[in-house]
């Protein structure tokens, strides 16, 4: 039964019609919806890329969405600001008596829909939030002391034991309900990307719903491989790449769990537990949101990373001379996305072989990866630097080169993004610096100067990683002397 006349249902990383909570909700409780997004002026300044993916992504999305709206004789309502501001003037001059979204656990949202929240109170606007993104927030999900946890399997396991139909139940938002474009046409302002200060960017995977369903129908070819396939970056299907998806909201989180649910095979397991992995993630977002500024555990702040400027800049380059290393971080340059088993092996190879703080690297692919998820993206560099809850050990530290030959036997995927070693062997590829004189004249490369010469030994650096790490494990074990 309706309870308002009219309702703003604000959008932010929820880009869908289908299977909506919030929109279902007020759709429910309001006999007119209106779809608003905002472009918010305080995020698109910090993008130091004109051609921003992610804007690019969200653009096409939206006009996706818009098209959809128009068609049920509605719109989408853009605006490009601060929604802080936005929000409460369009909810007053729209006459609207609530405002509908879902929630996102990122701490600059938390602040800022609070204060929405508190200027829409002085108004009498209403404001609901709901559970979208996620299948299980804290403390839906708790320790039996009814604290957040900080192991994954435990908290896998806890989340399986809790899940019943109902939590991933289709939110099916009855679009009848929206606003005739009428009611708020003097309100509609053009949003063409160059009036946002954007750039065109041609994008490697198809956005908005349309896009996301066609990934998630062609990964449900492949999903009962997922166990075997999902580590070797070379596969076009090892993976679902729904990620970028996942992180704008243009398919449901509970669509994936329904349809992995029903499945009854190791593949479609294992996909699972890399959703839950997801949730996880956002968990210790939403519960230990320090983690944004240092290490989850905090005596590994201490570590001061002797890794020089000069290194990092080859590794976001690409010019390492290990190529596995560079072939990810160059497919990653052309295309803002990374296979999972390579977002693994750089990660640790900028922390462990070159030594430089893990936030540097964090900070490199929130700029340039297309999903980028805040959560997911601290706690994946968190994990590898084993500076995170439930981490890699720290005496633990991936060979590239080991990695390389297990994960690319062939070398497919080095000889498609490092085209200069191509003709190296199976054998040689993962290590040409090796190779014997005869095929490296072979090949035509010369190496040191066609392809970069290592810029560091493994092992050696791998000892004083480990001489990093041990000085700070002791000094934890050693009580601090008594003043
Ligand atoms: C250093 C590092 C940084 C990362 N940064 C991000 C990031 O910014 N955004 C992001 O979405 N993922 C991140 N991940 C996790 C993972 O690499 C990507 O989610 C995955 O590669 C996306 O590809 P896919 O959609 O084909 O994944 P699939 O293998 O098909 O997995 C399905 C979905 O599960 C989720 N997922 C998979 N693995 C993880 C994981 N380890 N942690 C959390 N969620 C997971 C993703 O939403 C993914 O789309 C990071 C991992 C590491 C090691």
């Known amino acids: 039964m309706a309870v308002y006349q009219r309702a703003l249902c604000w959008v932010r990383r929820d880009l869908r019609l289908r299977d909506h909570t919030a929109l279902t909700a007020a759709t429910r409780q309001a006999r007119e919806v209106i779809v608003v997004f905002v472009f918010d002026t305080n995020i698109l300044r910090k993008l130091e890329d004109k051609d921003d993916r992610r804007v690019n992504f969200i653009h096409h999305s939206l006009k996706e969405m818009q098209a959809r709206l128009?068609?049920?004789?509605?719109?989408?309502?853009?605006?490009h600001g601060d929604p802080v501001l936005d929000i409460p003037r369009l909810a007053q001059e729209l006459k609207v008596d609530a405002v509908f979204t879902n929630r996102d656990y990122d701490p600059y949202a938390r602040k800022r829909d609070r204060i929405v929240e508190q200027k829409l109170k002085i108004w009498d606007v209403t404001f609901h939030s709901y559970m979208d993104q996620v299948v299980f927030e804290y403390p839906d999900i708790a320790t039996r002391q009814g604290e957040p946890f900080k192991v994954f399997t435990p908290y896998k396991n806890a989340w399986l034991g809790a899940l019943r139909p109902e939590h991933v139940a289709e939110e099916k938002p009855n679009l009848k309900r929206l606003a005739p474009v009428k009611v708020f046409k003097e309100w509609i302002e053009p949003w063409d990307l160059g009036s946002l200060g954007f750039k065109e960017n041609e994008l490697w995977v198809q956005p908005g719903e349309e896009g996301a369903r066609a990934a998630w129908r062609k990964f449900q070819k492949y999903i009962h491989r997922y166990h075997k396939d999902r580590d070797f970056p070379a596969l076009k299907h090892g993976t679902s790449g729904l990620s970028v998806h996942l992180r704008f909201g243009t398919i449901s989180i509970r669509e994936l769990v329904r349809n992995a649910m029903g499945r009854k095979n190791e593949g479609a397991r294992t996909?699972?537990?890399?959703?839950?992995?997801?949730?996880?993630?956002?968990?210790?977002?939403?519960?230990?949101?320090?983690?944004?500024?240092?290490?989850?555990?905090?005596?590994?702040?201490?570590?001061?990373?002797?890794?020089?400027?000069?290194?990092?800049?080859?590794?976001?380059?690409?010019?390492?001379?290990?190529p596995l290393i560079d072939a990810a971080m160059r497919h990653f340059a052309r295309t803002g996305w990374m296979h999972n088993r390579l977002r693994m092996v750089v990660a640790s190879f900028l922390v462990k072989d070159l030594l430089v703080d893990w936030r540097k690297g964090e900070a490199w692919f929130a700029r340039n990866l297309i999903d980028f998820e805040l959560a997911s993206n601290n706690g994946g560099w968190q994990w590898c630097a084993s500076t995170g809850c439930d981490a890699q050990p720290w005496f633990r530290i991936f060979n590239p080169v080991t990695q390389s030959k297990n994960f690319d036997p062939e070398g497919r995927f080095i000889r498609e993004n490092v085209p200069e070693l191509a003709a190296f062997s199976n054998t040689h590829i993962h290590w040409p610096h090796d190779a014997p004189d005869s095929e490296?004249?072979?090949?035509?490369?010369?190496?040191?100067?066609?392809?970069p010469d290592p810029i560091v030994d493994h092992a050696l650096q791998r000892e004083k990683a480990l001489k990093l790490f041990q000085d700070v494990a002791q000094a934890a074990l050693t009580p601090a002397e008594e003043s």
């Open 440 to 451: 490296k004249e072979r090949t035509g490369c010369r190496l040191g100067k066609d392809y």
């Open 271 to 322: 996909w699972l537990s890399e959703l839950i992995w997801r949730d996880f993630y956002q968990t210790i977002l939403d519960r230990y949101s320090y983690v944004v500024r240092g290490a989850f555990r905090p005596e590994y702040d201490s570590i001061r990373w002797p890794g020089k400027e000069s290194h990092f800049k080859k590794w976001c380059a690409g010019e390492t001379g290990y």
């Open 70 to 79: 128009v068609k049920k004789g509605a719109d989408l309502l853009v605006c």
